[in-house]
């Protein structure tokens, strides 16, 4: 089992910046791409930015391409989203997810996660809010 801690959820104004951090433990050596989903009231879920843990190799949503960067310290078996820029658009709850990926596919399995969301048997954080006012 993996579990994951988000961190990092607030307030900000339109053009402001957050860094959310989740924190993965357990039997994380299975879990070779991590990835962050968001959800707005009323709105599906949807994949905002993965990465393959051991290479580095990530994807961005378009939606967020060119203001957020998605990257991991797997000395701390942590995965970060550096958001700048914010829009009011970009309020929801942020999720992290951590998933089996065939890292030889490099960004190609990062964009798997983003596109193609969270198997059966990956993990879920419990969440953090993200609010951005204009």
């Known amino acids: 089992q993996v579990h994951l801690v988000e961190s990092g959820g607030g307030s900000v104004q339109a053009g402001g910046s957050l860094r959310l951090s989740c924190e993965a433990s357990?039997?994380?050596?299975?879990?070779?791409?991590m990835g962050w989903f968001r959800q707005a009231p009323g709105k599906e879920r949807e994949g905002v930015a993965a990465i393959v843990v051991r290479s580095g190799y990530a994807h961005h949503a378009d939606s967020v391409k060119g203001r957020f960067t998605i990257s991991r310290d797997n000395a701390k078996n942590t995965i970060y989203l550096q958001m700048n820029n914010l829009k009011p658009e970009d309020s929801a709850m942020y999720y992290c997810?951590?998933?089996?990926?065939?890292?030889?596919?490099?960004?190609?399995?990062?964009?798997?996660?983003?596109?193609?969301?969270?198997?059966?048997?990956?993990?879920w954080g419990q969440g953090t809010q993200v609010t951005v006012s204009s």
């Open positions: 997810a951590a998933d089996t990926c065939d890292p030889a596919l490099a960004s190609i399995a990062a964009m798997g996660l983003v596109l193609g969301g969270v198997s059966a048997s990956g993990h």
């Open positions: 357990g039997a994380t050596s299975s879990s070779e791409c």
